[in-house]
């Protein structure tokens, strides 16, 4: 969604201002979107694509141990198990389901806090999310890519691969992981970056309230 800092500011005054945050899982978009529900006088309401998305897998994670955002990671697999192509399908699916699902017409502001593979949803999907919100990519600079695999490995969040994974011979799936991984960030990062209207660095963003999201938001629109 197009619009301009003065567009901004009376759609955020008139309760109606529509935010979605893209990037890669661990890069603080849930963070973000925490911090503009923790002022009650922004007036926001958070839509969490990982809740939403656990929320139509139940079916398949209960009686098997499986809860929160670590356990659909724990359900869903690495890319080299043999059950990872059918749940991450599947994954996608119900991901796709919850998007379509989403009110927009909510009296408050509205921030979506998107799961890491809203950039594989269908162009219908990804088109309405543009007309319907101002999308901020949240980038992960250099450094911080460099922590995403540990964080990925000591505390996994469901991921969904497409085609970046694959595992050479002689090679062990830890190696393998380690190889693409940085593979599968340059695609996202490509994709994130041509679905947003704005991207903003993830340092710049570190340790600021809700209102000085906004403010980095709006600074980055036209007049």
Not at 26 to 39: C, E, M, P, Q, Y
Not at 121 to 149: G, H, M, N, P
Request: glycine share 6%; aromatic share 10%; hydrophobic share 35%.
């Amino acid at each position: 969604m197009k619009i301009s800092a003065t567009e901004f500011d009376g759609l955020l005054q008139g309760r109606r201002l529509r935010i979605s945050i893209v990037g890669m899982s661990n890069v603080g978009k849930t963070r973000r979107a925490k911090s503009l529900i923790a002022d009650s006088s922004l007036n926001f309401i958070w839509v969490c694509g990982d809740d939403l998305v656990e929320a139509k897998l139940q079916p398949y994670l209960e009686g098997k141990g499986f809860k929160g955002v670590n356990g659909v990671a724990a359900w869903m697999g690495q890319p080299y198990e043999a059950r990872y192509p059918e749940t991450q399908n599947l994954f996608l699916k119900f991901e796709e389901e919850a998007m379509a699902e989403i009110d927009y017409s909510v009296p408050k502001n509205l921030i979506i806090d998107t799961t890491g593979s809203v950039i594989y949803l269908s162009q219908e999907a990804l088109q309405q999310l543009k007309q319907k919100t101002l999308i901020v990519y949240l980038e992960a600079t250099e450094d911080v890519r460099k922590l995403l695999f540990e964080r990925y490995i000591s505390n996994p969040k469901p991921v969904v691969w497409g085609t970046s994974f694959n595992c050479k011979e002689n090679e062990t799936d830890l190696e393998a992981l380690k190889r693409c991984y940085p593979q599968l960030l340059e695609y996202r990062a490509i994709r994130y970056k041509q679905l947003a209207d704005i991207t903003i660095p993830h340092n710049v963003l570190r340790d600021t309230s809700g209102r000085q999201f906004l403010k980095e938001v709006r600074k980055r629109l036209s007049p």
